[in-house]
């Protein structure tokens, strides 16, 4: 990779993916799932990777927890460092468990994401007999603990229900006193608000915050959603066709944005100010097809300042500000002076905060 | 980085904002068709199923030989063997020769007409009794089955005439001990019989044209059987078409009537809902709780087998009468679940009829379930016919099906298999053929079903 | 539970009542005068039935005389047999069906669920190849074939050892079994085994086994503890039907390994005409696995707690 690397580190971060690269083979092909994306969490905050469906993004964090099914998945490149110790490919570090011990997961569908014929506080205990070696007794009186630090009501009794008595937020309350059982350092929230409606998403991600300032742990959240995003993110990674198109502080992806797919992202966003009516506006077109990802930016086709060398070369990581990158050719110094290159209104990338 | 022309950087127009999707839009039926033709086993099966279809119907026409009709002949006959035959003169009685021999031998050639022995008295026996064998008698001295004993020493000779194929046999004589028990002397012989025919015979069995065309001594050849002759001394490959012919028949026909008329009940059911759809499930719970198999061998014996009748209507009957819920419970679910869908609710609110909704949203919809429960009902119809008529509940004879003829092959499976494995091979083969299909139409046809397997 | 089981069971008599009228009517139905069989009647016993059943009056007066009867447990006296009442031959002929309908359900239910669960562990690998081929072969072959080609190959086995290393035909010991029940359950083995497969191959790919992996636990604890137990819920769901599909695969069975079970009886009474045995016997296998049925309903609600609790 040529050009800019990613953030200078001084001291390790908690977690550090690097170049990390997954591909799919299957019988049509071998898809690109993920094509080199590099990011790093900090401890106590929240990274929020954003991007549509299909972009990547959950294999991108599947693969850091080994879930990805081997084959047809495989890691072509890249590492993933957790306190500056490879995790990929790996199932114990430093004497413990990487997976529910070290990092927690919750899922998007709390509904079907718990087993059925298993109780909740069993579902609960079982991380703690497996990392801790906890008797199922002391696990048991543990996980209603939890389920209390859930801010689950009558804990007790829950803990011997069954998933089907529950409503989906109260299991992906669960399902988060599960993640958390073991105390991890990083707790990985796929999507964990899509399924749910919009006062119990509220509710979750306020037990999330809460937990983190707890216990101190980062949170590296996944979502579609710009408003989650807003709301509980320190740092965003904005993700397009299977790479990192623009990283920075949750500031700079609302009011300084740089890549022209996140200024897409935000107008299609709705709003309900009254005095700024105006229509949606999609992203016209779909993503490429990563069976054979374009030579050069995969957002080029849809890209209204797509520029004649976004065609055949993929973009180089500028940093437009500091600790802020954009993988866009317009942040190229030619670019910059060129006078047949594009511009983006400065009025369309300082938008006020969605 | 500076490596770059600054042309490079030219604005380019926006060339394509909505992409052109590379694949044509397929109807379900299109696309369902695709999906079958990439499967290769469902193709294969249904080459299979269509070979099947052509054989009852067109196999007769080609093979005409008479199921019914029997080759005294050729009984049992595997397929394969050798099939000339000595023409001879007419069985006349033997005329013993005077004289004796020194060993156990032929008096005359070994036919199929008749075998003739003579032999010396054996050292100190006191009668003697003569067996035969199909196997090389072994130091456990089993010489096979006693065809006949004479309990003095004048007579030294032995015509067997009892049901004599071409073929290998081993004739012993054994010495009898004073008191008629069997001695431990012996002599063994091994005598290969030749098939023969007459003139008359030839003739009757339509060999040759006329008696002209032959004489004694000549050789020729006996009536073909591709797939031999079953015990009674019937074409097997004749009678195994006949038994395709009631098998298919009820195979597919009775599925075709059980699934149509569940497909009726269910969808009346679905449709109308409420105190009707209960009444109507419950009834068809009752008829599902009834033991199907026992329930078939009391309808056909209530159902009665006159004379002259071949027990295949009773059988359709009771196959009609038990099995239409398990389909009409599959139909009524999927039109319960379409009712609810978007599509018809807007086409009510359009002012559509029921008729309308009926048949232009609802059964339409239902066809692929339909298809494929009706593709895997037919195995299974076949199976029960087989299964009847094993228990000999089936068709009556003489009518042939696979599954009686499979009955009648079981008895004597150790000596001729063939008779047990044609039938068999053929209901495995067709219940395999239909089973493959239905997997091949349901991951062609029913999405949710798809990549499961 | 207690509430579903009494509701199942209130069900299951309104199933027997109506087993027992379908078959009062379809016998009903048969041309002529039963009795009229004389191979199968003597003088005394056409008195003794014509008075116990009252041929002689109207045929609701008969039904009634009939579901009276069957509620005290009294199948009637055998047309063939003289003086053998039906229920002497049941509880003398069942037991042995019953025997090797356990041991062949045994065989079905553990051979399918473990087949199953190796051919989705090895998904489009040798070992799936292997055994799902099999099965296809244990679908398509008719069992009376299966049956006389393991009989064949027992001949031929104890001709090759030179003794008797496993009986050919008959009844007595464990040896007599195995045979038997092995052939009667291994159809209903390969219909297991092909439905263990796929809801195997549904759960691997489920949710909550991806939370179960992410939350560390060991491949071989996932299997036993989230995906068994939730793989083998739609085989119990069918193993009802598959208790029925077993009780009237054994009639072939017991015919070809000539075991002396009701199974074979029932055939034989069948090729009678002996009414009443016909007749009892079909009441008697259809109260059975009516109450089968009702019974692996209920250790499914066991198993599956969104049953148990609703």
């Known amino acids: 990779m040529t050009g800019v690397m990613t953030s200078p580190q001084t001291i390790p971060a908690l977690?550090?993916?690097?170049?990390?690269?997954?591909?799919?083979?299957?019988?049509?092909?071998?898809v690109q799932a993920v094509r080199g994306v590099s990011f790093s969490v900090e401890k106590g905050k929240t990274l929020a990777i954003v991007g549509e469906s299909g972009c990547g993004k959950s294999v991108t964090v599947q693969s850091l927890m080994g879930l990805i099914p081997m084959p047809p998945g495989r890691i072509t490149a890249g590492s993933a460092r957790l306190n500056g110790v490879e995790v990929l490919g790996c199932n114990v570090i430093n004497g413990k468990d990487i997976r529910g011990s070290q990092i927690g997961m919750i899922f998007q569908d709390p509904m079907t994401s718990l087993n059925p014929t298993m109780r909740i506080g069993d579902q609960i205990a079982e991380p703690l007999q497996e990392h801790r070696g906890y008797s199922h007794k002391r696990a048991f009186s543990e996980a209603i603990n939890l389920l209390s630090l859930s801010k689950i009501p009558e804990a007790a009794k829950r803990a011997r229900q069954y998933p089907f008595e529950f409503s989906g937020g109260m299991l992906q309350r669960a399902m988060i006193a599960m993640a958390i059982a073991c105390k991890p350092s990083i707790l990985i929230a796929d999507e964990p608000t899509t399924a749910l409606d919009v006062t119990i998403q509220a509710q979750i991600l306020d037990l999330l915050q809460d937990l983190q300032t707890e216990t101190g742990m980062a949170i590296v959240l996944i979502t579609h959603d710009l408003g989650v995003v807003a709301r509980v993110a320190d740092e965003v990674a904005v993700m397009y066709a299977g790479k990192i198109v623009e990283q920075g502080s949750v500031d700079d992806?609302?009011?300084r944005s740089a890549h022209p797919?996140?200024?897409?992202?935000?107008?299609?966003?709705?709003?309900?100010d009254p005095d700024k009516q105006h229509k949606l506006n999609p992203i016209d077109g779909s993503p490429p097809d990563l069976f054979a990802p374009p030579p050069g930016c995969g957002y080029c086709p849809r890209c209204p300042f797509s520029m004649k060398i976004c065609d055949s070369r993929p973009p180089e990581n500028f940093e437009v500000a500091v600790q802020h990158f954009s993988r866009c050719w317009l942040h190229h110094p030619q670019a910059r002076i060129s006078p047949a290159a594009p511009s983006i209104p400065r009025e369309l990338y300082v938008g006020e905060r969605a | 980085m500076t490596g770059i022309a600054a042309a490079e950087f030219a604005r380019q127009a926006s060339t394509e904002h909505a992409q052109t999707l590379s694949r044509p839009s397929l109807s379900y039926w299109q696309d369902a068709r695709i999906r079958l033709q990439s499967n290769r086993r469902a193709l294969v099966s249904l080459f299979i199923v269509i070979s099947l279809?052509?054989?009852?119907?067109?196999?007769?026409?080609?093979?005409?030989?008479?199921?019914?009709?029997?080759?005294?002949?050729?009984?049992?006959?595997?397929?394969?063997?050798?099939?000339?035959?000595?023409?001879?003169?007419?069985?006349t009685p033997w005329v013993?020769?005077?004289?004796?021999?020194?060993?156990?031998?032929?008096?005359?050639t070994a036919t199929t007409q008749s075998v003739r022995l003579q032999w010396a008295g054996l050292p100190g026996a006191y009668g003697h009794r003569v067996y035969r064998n199909l196997y090389p008698v072994g130091p456990e001295r089993a010489y096979g089955i006693p065809l006949g004993e004479f309990f003095d020493n004048s007579t030294l000779n032995f015509e067997d005439r009892l049901d004599l194929r071409p073929g290998t046999y081993y004739y012993s004589v054994v010495a009898l001990a004073e008191n008629g028990r069997p001695g431990t002397v012996a002599e063994t012989l091994r005598v290969d019989v030749r098939r023969t025919t007459t003139v008359n015979e030839a003739l009757a069995q339509g060999l040759v044209g006329s008696a002209a065309d032959i004489a004694l001594g000549d050789s020729l050849q006996v009536a073909l059987h591709p797939l031999g002759t079953d015990y009674l001394g019937r074409d097997m490959l004749a009678r195994l078409m006949e038994g395709a012919r009631v098998s298919l028949f009820i195979g597919i026909i009775a599925p075709f009537i059980y699934v149509l008329m569940g497909v009726v009940y269910g969808a009346v059911s679905g449709f109308a809902g409420g105190k009707v759809d209960q009444v109507m499930m419950r009834f068809a719970d009752f008829v599902v709780a009834l033991p199907f198999l026992l329930f078939m061998i009391l309808f056909k014996i209530a159902f009665g087998i006159g004379p002259g009748e071949s027990g295949i209507f009773p059988m359709l009957i009771a196959m009609i009468v038990l099995l239409w819920p398990a389909t009409a419970r599959l139909v009524r679910g999927q039109i319960l679940q379409i009712r609810e869908q978007g599509y018809v609710e807007a086409s009510k609110l359009l002012g559509a009829k029921s008729s309308y909704l009926i048949f232009r949203h609802m059964l339409p919809n239902t066809l692929g379930v339909v298809l494929v429960t009706l593709t895997?009902?037919?195995?299974?119809?076949?199976?029960?016919?087989?299964?009847?008529?094993?228990?000999?509940?089936?068709?009556?004879?003489?009518?042939?099906?696979?599954?009686?003829?499979s009955n009648e092959g079981i008895k004597t499976m150790l000596n001729t298999p063939h008779e047990l494995i044609f039938p068999a091979l053929l209901i495995s083969i067709t219940v395999l053929a239909f089973n493959l299909l239905g997997d091949g139409l349901r991951d062609a046809l029913d999405a949710r079903m798809r990549n499961t397997e | 539970m207690l509430w579903y089981i009494g509701k199942r069971l209130i069900q299951g008599l309104i199933t027997v009542w109506f087993i027992a009228t379908a078959t009062f009517f379809a016998m009903h139905n048969v041309p002529g005068d039963p009795l009229l069989n004389e191979r199968a009647t003597t003088p005394t016993i056409r008195a003794n039935l014509e008075a116990k059943y009252g041929l002689d009056q109207p045929v609701t007066t008969q039904y009634f005389i009939y579901l009276k009867n069957i509620v005290r447990g009294d199948f009637g006296i055998s047309f063939a047999q003289e003086n053998r009442e039906v229920n002497d031959i049941i509880r003398e002929h069942f037991p042995v069906s019953a025997i090797l309908g356990?041991?062949?359900?045994?065989?079905?239910?553990?051979?399918?669920?473990?087949?199953?669960?190796?051919t989705a562990l090895y998904r489009n690998r040798l070992p799936d190849y292997l055994i799902m081929f099999l099965v296809i072969l244990g679908i398509s072959v008719p069992s009376f074939v299966i049956a006389a080609i393991s009989q064949l190959g027992i001949v031929t086995l104890n001709n090759l050892a030179g003794t008797t290393v496993l009986p050919v035909a008959g009844w007595g010991t464990i040896y007599h079994m195995l045979v038997p029940a092995l052939v009667l359950g291994l159809s209903t083995m390969a219909y297991l085994t092909r439905l263990m497969r796929s809801s195997m191959l549904e759960i691997v790919n489920s949710d909550f086994v991806r939370t179960a992996k992410s939350k560390g636990v060991p491949p071989a604890r996932i299997f036993a503890r989230h995906q068994l137990r939730n793989a083998v819920l739609p085989v119990i769901t069918v193993l009802g039907p598959s208790i029925a599909a077993i009780t009237t695969g054994g009639f072939v069975v017991e015919i070809v390994f000539a075991i002396p079970g009701l199974g074979r009886f029932f055939v034989e009474a069948v090729q009678q005409l002996d009414y009443t045995v016909?007749?009892?016997?079909?009441?008697?296998?259809?109260?059975?696995?009516?109450?089968m049925v009702i019974l692996v309903d209920v250790i499914y609600g066991f198993i599956d707690p969104r049953v148990r609790m609703s």
Do not use: H
């Not at chain 2, 037919?378 to 599954?403: H, K, N, Q």
């Open chain 2, 53 to 91: 279809l052509i054989l009852t119907l067109l196999g007769p026409v080609l093979w005409s030989v008479n199921p019914a009709a029997q080759d005294l002949d050729q009984i049992s006959v595997p397929p394969g063997r050798d099939r000339s035959a000595l023409v001879v003169a007419e069985y």
């Open chain 1, 253 to 255: 992806i609302f009011y």
């Open chain 1, 15 to 30: 977690l550090e993916v690097r170049d990390l690269a997954v591909e799919f083979a299957t019988y049509g092909g071998t």
């Open chain 2, 96 to 108: 013993i020769p005077a004289g004796t021999v020194a060993e156990l031998q032929l008096a005359d």
């Open chain 3, 278 to 291: 016909i007749m009892g016997t079909t009441v008697f296998y259809g109260t059975f696995l009516v109450f």
């Open chain 3, 102 to 118: 356990v041991l062949a359900v045994i065989i079905a239910a553990v051979g399918g669920i473990l087949w199953g669960s190796l």
């Open chain 1, 261 to 272: 797919y996140t200024l897409g992202l935000k107008l299609a966003m709705p709003t309900n």
């Open chain 2, 376 to 405: 895997f009902e037919i195995p299974r119809a076949i199976f029960t016919e087989a299964f009847l008529s094993f228990i000999g509940m089936g068709v009556a004879p003489p009518t042939p099906s696979w599954g009686s003829m």
